[in-house]
Each structure stands twice: as C-alpha cells, then as structure tokens.
C-alpha cells in the first residue's frame, strides 16, 4: 500500500501553522508556523473599541510561508505523495467580496479600509446589530436563532456584515457578497474564488449565519428586509447549501501547485472552524467535552442526531448536523477570553517596566511572568473566604451571549498580591467553563469526559488543575500540540478518498493523550462555594453594570 500525506493548516488569531501528516501512521513530518506581519505591527486594530481587522494578505502570505515552510526537508517522494490540503480558520470571520470573491482590502482603493479586511472572531463593535437581531427574531413568526442557542452574537456573520453596511457606503456599494475566512482561503487553493458557486462551509454558516435546512437555506428575504433594507437582495447573492469538511471543494489549482511544489492532482477539502476540527484532532466521541484552549476557548460536544436532535439547548453557539463530525450534531460553547485574560494582566504587569526600563527587561519579564505566577499561585491554600473575580473581561460568549458585560473583582484588600490576583483570574475562567458545563447538563446533554487540547492546556498545569478542581471531572490532554491542524489533515484525509469516514482517520491518525488531571476531593468542595460566589458576583455586575 502506497504511503500517502496530507497537510492540515490551521489559522489561529496570531499565526497560522501547517502540518504534514502521514495519513497510515499520524505520524508529523514536516511542519511550519508563519507570524502575520501586519497582525503583529497592531494594524487597522482598536482594542479600546473592541476592533480587530486582519488583511487577507496577511492569510496568504501565511499560506505560502507556512506550507513551504512545512515542506522543508520533506522528501521528494513524499511531496509527490501528499494527496489534499485542508485548512481551519477562526471564526466567524467575514469579509466583502467584489464579484470575483476577491475581498475588498485586495482592490487598490480600499487596501487601507478596515472594512474592507476580515473582521476577526473577537471583534465586537456590531454589539448593537446582534441586539436587533435577537429582538427580531424573537418577534419573527419563526425563530431563526432557536439552533444558535436562541441568542444572536455580535461575533457572528450578520451582526458583523449589517454594521459594515450601515456605517461605510463605500464598501456597501462594493460589496457583491460576503465570505467566511474558512471558506475563501479554502477556494483560493482551488484557483475559483466565486462566491456565488463556491462551496460554503456547513459548520461556518450553522453555527454563526443561522443557516438551517428547516430554514431552506438562510434566514428569509423578508426578515432580513425587515432587519434593515441595505441588506435586500444579499441573501440571493450567499448560498443554499452548505457542505461537510470532510467533502471536496475541488482540486488545486496549477498555480498554487507550482509555487508549492505539489502534484496538480492533490484534493483542496472543505474548511470549516479551527475548534471544530481541533475536536476531530482530539479523537472526539459521542458526549466528549472537547474544550479549545486558547487566545479564546472553544468547546466542542457530539451525539447522534437521533438522541438528542430533538433538543433546543438555550445560550450555546448553535446545534449543526455534521459540523464537526458528519452525521453527528455538532455542539459549541466557549469563553470569548481565556489565554487573552492571562496576557492582559502580564501586560498592565510589563507595560510599565517596558516606559521605565526598556524592551529588553520588558521582554525577559514577560517570558517568565506567568510560569512564576502559576507556580506561586499553585503553592497558595484555597479557602471559602478567598476573592473571586467574572471572566467577562472580554464580554460573555456562552452561555447566554452578552459581549457588552465586563469583568469584576470581589473582596480585595491591601493584601492582595499579583500572585493572588493571578490565582483569581485562573480560577474565573474555570468558573466561567464550569457554567457552560453546567448548561449542557441542564438542558439534558450529558458529558462522558472532558479533553483538552491548545497552548493552554499543554503548557499550564496550574490552570489545568484549577480546572478538573472546578468542574470535579478528570481532564485528559491531547498529546499533539498541533491538533487543529491534525483535524485537519484528517478530514483531508477523507476528500481525498484515503479514508471513507472520519473515525476511520482518527483511530489511524491519532496522537493520543500525554498527560490527565484528577479533581482534588478537598479542593472540589472549596470551588463549590467560591463557584456560587462567582455566580451571584455575575448576576450583580450584568443587573448593575
């Protein structure tokens, strides 16, 4: 039997990484990560206005150098053996598009327009457009938000594009359609970028443009004229259908096979979100809690259709038939800040050393902070009486969406630390976790185990350890730190026909688990109470705020 390969290609917020992969063992054998250039300079960005802009050439120039870079040192014989590229992107990540599929900030004109590049995941100004959106289709003689969790986020894709529209005609009069992150980049391989024929991404408009067979499609020409009338006729120019990632979006094209060295024939997949294929990576099961820990986190569930299909679970990021795994309904939830809430406080932390004393003691302090925090922090004793802070420092994205919430802290006082200020922050983002546990438990999903993969989880025990003490459930860590990429490289494993079904790829392709986390009985006890100090510290703030 031939050996084969594919690449799986993950852009994450900062970076964008490839892998290839032997599709018989799993087995890495090249791999690359490319820093966005323009990202990393604070580029058509305002953190203050929770604005975050990413250039599509910052996602090319990635494709090329992260990929060529992956294929250094790959032997010949390999590199004529890779058979399909898929990729993951963060999402949702919209962009305007002219008539070709080309985004906007590509044209001469708007190459320095803000609106004109993807929006990112973490943008937040359309808060007031995803409000009108929940009021409407509360309103609505259908619920077209009843399979998104019944709440509409100002991180999705129709909060993002009406406020585009309402607040730059110049772009309004451009744009001729609208593309996910996921799926452009997927069709630039392919050499056709045509939005109108181009294959959309079923997790993408699912979980985040309300897209539902039930619906036909996409919400109503009426209630998006009823919404606001600059959006009349766009949905005619969106799509109908959507696809699995473990389908073909088409082959490579002749460019993009010679610039990286591949066979002409190799199978460009269909994209999808980095967690939802970070879950495949991980090998989820039905009634796994896969948890994406990130800049953000992610968590992921499974079940058959037919078990819990019947379900509307309220607060979540949507229920899609085949997002992540096909002929499973496919769950998310997740924290809008996570490793962002440990980098903003090493930030007001080193901020001040980098104006007093300069960058270079800036930096080594800031590649030792958080170690030194997390290692004094685990030594502290854990006490009802403790401090407890919201993880909201980024808003609420689950359960029960409200990006325009903000973090608080309770019982301070003048001796209160960094290290106890750090302990509080960790222990916020495993309360915040813990509520969206306990929302799928409520709503009649069960968790069978939770696993965690992400920078986070391989690199902090401390917070690992906070967490399985917060939740009072064992915590298995995926041993690949790169398993978006690995999911997907398998589901390219499956539109190049290597494999028929996904669990196929995953039982071959797998990294298995390097590391578990037991819940400390006596800890757990502890975290009950300060749990429901977080709780009503949480109903004061949003009642108050």
Known sequence: MKTTYTIGVDYGTDSVRALVVNTQTGENVGTAVHYYKRWKQGLYCNPSTSQFRQHPFDYLEGLESAITGALE??????????????????GSTPVAVDENGTPLAMLPEFAENPNGMFILWKDHTANAEAEEINRLARSWSVDFTKYVGGIYSSEWYWAKILRTLRVDKSIREKAFSWVEHCDWISAVLTGDTNPLTMKRSRCAAG???????????????????????????????????????DESMGKISIEWATKLGLSK??????????CHMGAVGAEIEPYDFVRVMGTSTCDMLIAPTEEIGHLLIKGICGQVDGSIIPNMLGMEAGQSAYGDYYAWFQSVITEPVRELLGEKAAEELSQKLIPYLSEKASLLPI????????????GRRTPDANHELKAAFMGLNLGTDAIKIFKM?????????KAI????????????????????????????????DVLNM????????????????????VAAGVYSNLQDAQKAMGSGFDARYEPRAG???????????YQNLGKYTEKNA
């Open 437 to 468: 546990v306990d929302r799928f438990i409520d709503e009649g999903v069960p968790i069978k185990q939770v696993i965690a993969i992400g920078g986070v989880a391989k690199k902090s025990p401390f917070v690992m350890q906070t967490l399985s």
């Open 474 to 493: 064992p915590i298995k860590v995926a041993s690949s730190d790169q398993a978006c990429a690995l999911g997907a490289a398998m589901n390219a494993s």
């Open 265 to 274: 024939n190799v199978t460009i997949g269909v994209g999808a979100f980095d």
């Open 383 to 394: 006490s009802e009486n403790d401090p407890v802070a919201t993880d909201w420092i980024n």
């Open 207 to 245: 979980h985040k443009a309300m897209w539902h067979e039930e619906f036909e499609g996409l919400p109503s020409e009426d209630f998006f004229t009823k919404l606001d009338p600059l959006l009349a006729g766009l949905r005619d120019r969106l799509f109908r259908n959507t696809y699995t990632s």
């Open 73 to 90: 040192g790959v032997s010949a014989e390999t590199k004529e053996n890779i058979v399909g590229i898929s990729i993951d992107t963060t």
């Open 425 to 433: 922050i960790v222990e916020a983002t495993a309360f915040g976790s």
């Open 523 to 533: 800890n757990v006890e502890v975290y009950q109470k300060l749990y429901g100090k």
